[in-house]
């Protein structure tokens, strides 16, 4: 199937942990997103990439480090986990600045 | 003031009514706008996309924009309980270090009654 996804779909830890959130998309898009929700269901962009080149890095604490080792792929990792961190992130893919399509999320709870 | 300002709801509208969504953004230099819909525990899904003034519709969805008011609006007509869901605007001013970001606002929750 065509579209973007995403592991783990569900995704428990301690404080302080280090995790990593994979993405994947094979809809030869050339442009790759992470979005934070919130609790209040607020969705808000944290990075973009664009050909693997960061073009978009909004006000995130550094222990969030994305990294895309090809167009298809975007991956997110956070060290030192804290209890703020705990919300659904979603990986998005468009090409250029078009249409984003979303990826089924990431429920990230930190304990 | 918020960049991209919904309704949060919830608005409740009888199955068969037309339901209005509306949307205000604060950029004026936003060139384009999306209508993504959310269900709970769901990702958002595109359903409609809009550019230019006027109106643009697609099935019983209708975009309306209008880039003097700052406004963007979305109604969905014959409304069916399978509607009821979140519904994100969004916005965007593609170009320069803005390129792709989209700035939602807080979303309006769409309940359609039978």
């Known amino acids: 199937d065509t579209a973007v996804s995403q592991t783990p779909k569900y995704l428990v830890t301690q404080m302080g942990n280090d995790k990593s959130i994979k993405c994947e998309q094979n809809l030869g898009h050339d442009t790759m997103y992470w979005y934070k929700q919130d609790s209040k269901k607020f969705l808000k962009i944290m990075f973009s990439y664009n050909n693997k080149e960061l073009i978009i890095n909004e006000t995130v604490p550094n222990r969030f480090s994305p990294k895309s080792p090809d167009k298809a792929h975007l991956n997110l990792h956070i060290n030192s986990l804290e209890l703020g961190d705990s919300a659904v992130y979603f990986c998005?893919?468009?090409?250029?600045?078009?249409?984003?399509?979303f990826g089924p999320g990431t429920r990230l709870t930190v304990l | 003031q918020k960049e991209v300002e919904q309704n949060s709801g919830p608005l409740s509208v009888p199955e068969g009514a037309i339901a209005s969504l509306n949307c205000t953004y604060s950029d004026r230099g936003s060139q384009s706008f999306f209508w993504y819909r959310q269900y709970s525990g769901k990702s958002p899904e595109l359903i409609m996309f809009?550019?230019?003034?006027g109106d643009k519709e697609d099935g019983r969805f209708t975009a309306q924009l209008n880039k003097a008011s700052q406004y963007v609006s979305l109604l969905i007509r014959d409304s069916q309980p399978s509607d009821s869901a979140t519904y994100l605007c969004a916005v965007t001013n593609a170009g320069g270090t803005s390129y792709g970001k989209l700035t939602f606002g807080q979303g309006t929750i769409l309940t359609v009654h039978p």
């Open positions: 998005a893919s468009s090409r250029s600045g078009g249409e984003q399509f």
């Open positions: 809009i550019y230019s003034n």
